[in-house]
C-alpha cells in the first residue's frame, strides 16, 4: 500500500470550552494510524475521543488554551521511508546544553519529547539540519529523558 504522511496538522474547530468537535483534512488510513496530541499529551481512543472517518469527538472538551496536533497516515504516492524512533539525540543533558544532534536529517514527523511530553517546534526548539536547540524554558536538565521519532 502506498502512504502518504501527514505530519502536526491542527485540526479544524474552535477550542473554547463547548465545542467537543474537530475535523481533520483527510480520514486516516488505518484509523489506528492517528495519533492526537492535546497540549503535548498523546490522547487515547476511546478514553479521550472517538475518530468517526475525519471527524474527531473529544470526551473532555478542548478549553481555549489548549494546542492540538494531529498525526496520521493516508493513501497516497508510493515513498521510500526511513525511520528513527526512539532515538536519543546526542548532548549533554545538564541544564545549561541547548544544542543536541539527531542521526540523520529529518525528512519529516519530527516529533520530540521531553520526559514523554511532546515538545512544541519554535516554542520548545528549532531544527536545523540534524542539529535541535532547546529554548530557555525546555533546555534539559539533568535527569530528563529525550527521544526524537523521525522519517529521514
Do not use: C, W
Request: proline share 6%; glycine share 10%; aromatic share 10%.
Amino acid at each position: 500500500m502506498s502512504v502518504t504522511f501527514i505530519d502536526g496538522e491542527t485540526p479544524g474547530g474552535t477550542a473554547n470550552g463547548t465545542n467537543p468537535t474537530f475535523t481533520l483534512a483527510q480520514a486516516p488510513n488505518p484509523s489506528a494510524s492517528l495519533e492526537i496530541f492535546r497540549n503535548g499529551i498523546l490522547q487515547q481512543a476511546p478514553t479521550d475521543y472517538t475518530l468517526s472517518n475525519s471527524t474527531i469527538s473529544f470526551v473532555n472538551i478542548p478549553q481555549a488554551a489548549d494546542v492540538l496536533l494531529a498525526y496520521y497516515r493516508v493513501n497516497g504516492a508510493a515513498q521510500v521511508v526511513n525511520f528513527s524512533d526512539a532515538e536519543v539525540p546526542a548532548g549533554s543533558v545538564n541544564g545549561l546544553n541547548t544544542t543536541f544532534s539527531l542521526a540523520h536529517t529529518p525528512a519529516g514527523g519530527l516529533r520530540v519529547y521531553k520526559n514523554g511530553v511532546l515538545l512544541q517546534s519554535v516554542a520548545d526548539y528549532t531544527v536545523s539540519g540534524a542539529t535541535l536547540t532547546f529554548t530557555n524554558g525546555a533546555i534539559p536538565n539533568t535527569g530528563d529523558t529525550l527521544l526524537a521519532y523521525y522519517r529521514y
